[in-house]
C-alpha cells in the first residue's frame, strides 16, 4: 500500500506541510472537518499554500505557527486546545491539534499535523465546573450518580444535611440513604429507562438514623455514551411537620366543639339528677337505707363530672385561673404521688433560681399527672423518669409558635421501648389509646398547655424512650418576687346586705324547664323565695316590674346560654346598669365559658353545672356575709 493511500484513509483529520510550512496535503477527515464546519470551498486553495491561510483571524494564525514551530524544535508530541469557528451555527466547537515534525536522513523535512474534535469533552468539563461552582452555593442537595446507582459526586448542602463526610457518601450505592432501599431501586431502575423527569418526596435517612423527608427532581444525562442520574433534593421534613402539626390543631378544634358540646348537655343532664338527689336526700331525713343509696347516687354523678371537666379541658371551654406559682414544687408533689406505688424512679435536674409561672396550678398538675403516669405504663412500672425544669429565653426567630420571651421548660423522659412513627404522629389526638382508657389524657394535655399560651412536643425513637417537652410563659419579674400582674379589684360590696337568716328573693333565669324547676326547688327547700324565667328578655322585664313595685330581688342566678334570647352575660350587664351592687352569679354547663374572673365583671361568682343544695346554699352564702 502506498503511503499517499495510508495518509488519505487515517481515521483522524491530518494535514501535512514541509519545512517552510507550505501545506501538501490534506486527508479526507480534515476535508470533512472543514466542510462541518463551513469552510469546505478553502480547502482545494489551502494546498500549496502557507498552512497560516487556513487561520480564520490573524490572532490565531500567529498562535498556530508559534505551536507549529514549537513543534518543528522537539520529537516530541506537541498537543494544543482551541476554539474553532464554525461559520454554519453559533454553537461553539473545540479542536485538539498534535503535531510531530518528520525527520529524514537527520533533516527536518516537514510536519504532520493532526486535529480531533473534543467538543463534548470540553463541554463537559464546563459543565462540572460549573457543577462544583453552583453546588458549592446551593442550599438544595446535589447528588451526582452512575448508571448503577453509585454516588459520584456531590455538593456541601448533602454532607451537611445527611450528617455523612464527602468521602463516605463518594462511591456509596445510593440505596444506603434511602428509607425504602427495595421501592428506590425499582424506582432508581424506572427513571434511566424513561430518561428522568420524575420530581416527588422521598424517604431518606441520616447518617444519625433519622429519618428526613426529600422533595427531590431526578434529571438523567447522557454523556459520551454514558449515562448518569442527577437528583437535586430539598429537605422538607420541618415544613411537612409543620403542616401535619396544623392539621392535627385543625382537627382537635373542631373536635373540640363537638366535646364542649356533648359536655354542656350532659353537664344539664347530670344537674337534673344530682341536684334532685341531693334535694330528696335533704327531705329523707334519716329513713332507713336512703340516704346512703342518695349519697352513693350523687357520688357518681360526682365521678361523671370529672369525665366532663376532661372534655371541656379538651375542648378549650375550661379556661386556665392563673396565679404566680412555684413549679418545681408543684411538679415535684405531683410527680411523686403519680409514681407512688411503682418500681419507677424520679431523676431530677432542675435550675436553681427556676422562675416562678403564672398558671392555673389545677390544670398544669394534671399534665404532670398524665405525663408521668403515661411514662410508668410504657416502661410497665419498672425504669427511670428524668423530670429537667429549667429557664429558657426564647428569642425573636428561635421557635416560630411561641413569641419572644420568658418561658419555663419542663421535660419528660423515659427510658420505655419509644413510641413508633405510625402512634407519634396520632398521641394527641382525642380517644387515640393504645391502652385501654377514655384516651383523652394527652389530648387534655395538650389543649390545657395550649390554653396556657404555652407548647408541647413530643419525640422518640424506637427503643430509645420518649421526652415531652412542655414550655409555659414564665411569670413576670417582680423585686420582692411577686408578680407585676395588678392585684384584682375588690368585690362590689353589697347595696343590701342581709341580716342573721333573713330570706332571699332570688331571680333565676335558664332556658331548661327542668332545671329552673330543679333552682328553684332548691331554693324553696333553703327557705328562699324564687322567681324562674327562660331568657334574658322576660328576666330584665320582671326585673323592672318588682324594683318598681318595691320587692327587689336580692340576687340572681343566670345560665350563660340561652337558646334564642339573651344570654346570662348580657343579661346580668344591663341588670347592673340598674343596679350596680345587684350580687349576679353565672352558672353554665361550660366551664366558665371563657372568663376566668368573673368578679372583675362585676358579677359575683360562677356556679358551674352540675351542682347540687350544698353548693347553692355555699354560693348564696357570700350575698349575706
Known amino acids: 500500500m502506498q503511503p499517499d493511500a495510508i495518509f488519505e484513509h487515517l481515521p483522524i483529520a491530518a494535514l501535512v506541510a514541509d519545512s517552510e510550512g507550505i501545506v501538501r496535503g490534506v486527508n479526507r477527515r480534515m476535508r470533512a472537518y472543514f466542510e462541518s464546519v463551513g469552510r469546505g470551498d478553502e480547502v482545494p486553495h489551502l494546498v500549496g499554500q502557507h498552512f497560516r491561510v487556513g487561520a480564520a483571524s490573524p490572532e490565531l494564525a500567529q498562535q498556530l505557527e508559534a505551536f507549529l514551530g514549537e513543534a518543528m524544535l522537539t520529537d516530541d508530541v506537541i498537543t494544543l486546545e482551541w476554539e474553532v469557528p464554525n461559520l454554519l451555527s453559533t454553537a461553539p466547537v473545540f479542536g485538539a491539534s498534535m503535531a510531530q515534525r518528520i525527520v529524514e536522513d537527520g533533516v527536518v523535512t516537514g510536519i504532520v499535523w493532526f486535529l480531533q474534535d473534543i467538543t463534548d469533552q470540553v463541554l463537559n468539563r464546563h459543565r462540572l465546573s460549573l457543577f462544583e461552582a453552583l453546588g458549592s452555593q446551593m442550599r438544595d442537595i446535589v447528588l451526582i450518580t452512575d448508571e448503577g446507582g453509585t454516588i459520584t459526586d456531590c455538593n456541601p448542602a448533602a454532607t451537611d444535611t445527611l450528617g455523612y463526610e464527602r468521602e463516605e457518601l463518594i462511591g456509596s450505592p445510593l440505596s444506603r440513604l434511602s428509607g425504602d432501599p427495595e421501592g428506590q431501586s425499582e424506582r432508581f431502575r424506572k427513571l434511566l429507562r424513561a430518561g428522568g423527569g420524575d420530581q416527588g418526596v422521598i424517604r431518606v435517612i441520616r447518617a444519625d438514623g433519622v429519618e428526613l423527608k426529600f422533595d427531590t427532581r431526578a434529571i438523567v444525562i447522557d454523556s459520551d455514551g454514558e449515562r448518569s442520574m442527577c437528583l437535586v433534593s430539598r429537605d ?26 356533648i359536655a354542656h348537655d350532659f353537664n344539664n343532664l347530670l344537674t337534673g339528677i344530682g341536684g334532685r338527689l341531693s334535694l330528696a336526700s335533704s327531705y329523707a331525713g334519716a329513713v332507713g337505707e336512703l340516704p346512703r343509696l342518695l349519697g352513693e347516687a350523687e357520688e357518681a354523678v360526682g365521678q361523671a363530672s370529672r369525665l366532663t371537666d376532661q372534655l371541656l379541658t379538651f375542648a378549650k371551654g375550661g379556661q386556665p385561673v392563673t396565679e404566680r406559682v412555684d413549679l418545681e414544687e408543684l411538679v415535684r408533689r405531683v410527680a411523686t404521688f403519680a ?112 390554653n396556657h399560651g404555652g407548647t408541647i412536643k413530643v419525640d422518640s425513637l424506637p427503643t430509645s424512650g420518649t421526652t415531652f417537652t412542655i414550655r409555659l410563659p414564665a411569670s413576670d419579674k ?48 333553703m327557705g328562699h323565695e324564687a322567681h324562674g324565667v327562660e331568657h334574658g328578655e322576660k328576666a330584665l322585664q320582671d326585673f323592672h316590674e318588682a324594683l318598681d313595685s318595691g320587692q327587689p330581688f336580692d340576687a340572681a342566678i343566670l345560665d350563660l346560654t340561652i337558646e334564642g334570647g339573651i344570654g346570662g352575660m348580657k343579661t346580668g350587664e344591663e341588670l347592673l346598669e340598674v343596679v350596680p351592687d345587684l350580687p349576679i352569679f353565672l352558672m353554665s354547663g361550660y366551664s366558665e365559658e371563657g372568663i376566668p374572673e368573673p368578679e372583675a365583671m362585676g358579677f359575683k361568682g360562677f356556679l358551674p353545672k352540675p351542682f347540687n343544695v350544698g353548693d347553692l346554699r355555699r354560693m348564696l352564702e357570700t350575698v349575706k356575709s
Open 236 to 261: 422538607l421534613t420541618e415544613q411537612l411537620q409543620a403542616e401535619q402539626e396544623r392539621v392535627q390543631l385543625q382537627r382537635l378544634e373542631s373536635l373540640g366543639v363537638l366535646a364542649g358540646g
Open 478 to 525: 417582680a423585686e420582692d418576687g411577686q408578680t407585676l400582674a395588678p392585684e384584682d379589684e375588690p368585690a362590689a360590696v353589697n347595696a343590701r346586705t342581709a341580716t342573721g337568716d333573713a330570706l332571699l328573693r332570688v331571680l333565676v333565669m335558664d332556658d331548661n324547664p327542668s332545671l329552673l324547676r330543679l333552682v328553684e326547688e332548691m331554693l324553696v327547700a
Open 339 to 450: 409514681s407512688a406505688g411503682s418500681a419507677t424512679r424520679l431523676r431530677w435536674d432542675i435550675d436553681k433560681d427556676l422562675w416562678a409561672a403564672h398558671v392555673d396550678p389545677g390544670q398544669i398538675g394534671q399534665v404532670v399527672q398524665n405525663l408521668v403516669i403515661n411514662a410508668r405504663q410504657a416502661m410497665d412500672g419498672h425504669g427511670q423518669i428524668h423530670v429537667v425544669l429549667r429557664n429558657l429565653v426564647i428569642g425573636p426567630y428561635d421557635d416560630a409558635s411561641l413569641q419572644a420571651g420568658r418561658y419555663v421548660e419542663l421535660r419528660v423522659t423515659d427510658d420505655g421501648p419509644g413510641i413508633p412513627a405510625g402512634i407519634l404522629e396520632r398521641i394527641f389526638e382525642p380517644y387515640f389509646s393504645t391502652k385501654e382508657s377514655s384516651g383523652l389524657g394527652l389530648a387534655t394535655t395538650h389543649s390545657i398547655v395550649t
